[in-house]
């Protein structure tokens, strides 16, 4: 079975950083994407992983450790418009079939 | 570049019912698959086409069902429509089913059966 797992809820405030973490148990593993998604809206692309370490980009950086089946993506100097949910995907298998957990809600506040 | 297009926005069917949902991949993308999301939930995969074949299925029933076009364009068909297909729908293209390649989302079709 495929089982991801997020926080329901994070709560931050504007300027801060925030690590939203993932841990996965999939039954095979080709890499890890962290979307972006406003109510309402279509998920955006952040990050992807494949091998362990940190990737950054800009205000974001995704870590992944395939030993341990986690991964976290970090935000920084949080603006308002980074309040949406944020979803970790998996590729079990080859191909490009993504299973997505349930997603962060992010609040961020003044 | 054009993105990835779904039509309609919205959509309003009553149990029993059938739907079509319509997706217009990235240019230069070959590859479709479609997603539904219900309300505070992730996506979940319903199944993906590749070159006009199907290449993948997700735990749905056999009444989702789609289509790719030659112009790689995608539907998606859901048949005896029930209260639970009330969702989300999604469709994403990349430019290869190979595991890796950033899938490009649509906006989403929202379906509310009643």
């Known amino acids: 079975g495929q089982n991801i797992d997020q926080p329901t809820e994070m709560t931050a405030t504007e300027g801060a950083i925030v690590q939203i973490n993932c841990t996965y148990q999939?039954?095979?593993?080709?890499?890890l994407f962290w979307y972006q998604q406003h109510a309402g809206e279509a998920p955006t692309f952040l990050s992807y992983?494949?091998?362990?370490g940190l990737e950054e980009k800009g205000r974001f950086s995704s870590f992944l450790s395939r030993s341990k089946g986690y991964s976290y993506l970090l935000l920084k100097e949080l603006q308002m418009k980074d309040s949406a949910s944020y979803l970790c995907a998996v590729l079990p298998e080859y191909g490009n079939k993504l299973v997505f957990g349930a997603g962060t809600i992010l609040r961020v506040k003044s | 570049e054009t993105g990835v297009t779904q039509s309609p926005t919205h959509l309003i069917k009553t149990r029993g019912q059938q739907v079509t949902l319509r997706c217009s991949s990235q240019?230069?993308?070959?590859?479709v698959s479609w997603y539904q999301q219900a309300l505070g939930q992730g996506p979940q995969f319903i199944f993906q086409?590749?070159?006009?074949?199907?290449?993948g299925r997700g735990n749905f029933p056999p009444r989702f069902s789609g289509l790719q076009f030659p112009n790689y364009s995608s539907e998606l068909n859901v048949n005896a429509l029930e209260l639970d297909d009330s969702a989300l729908y999604l469709c994403?293209?990349?430019?290869?089913?190979?595991?890796?390649?950033?899938?490009?989302f649509g906006p989403g079709t929202r379906l509310t059966v009643t």
């Open positions: 086409y590749y070159r006009e074949e199907e290449n």
């Open positions: 994403a293209s990349s430019s290869s089913a190979v595991a890796g390649y950033e899938q490009y």
């Open positions: 992983n494949v091998l362990d």
């Open positions: 999939t039954s095979g593993f080709n890499g």
């Open positions: 240019s230069g993308h070959n590859t």
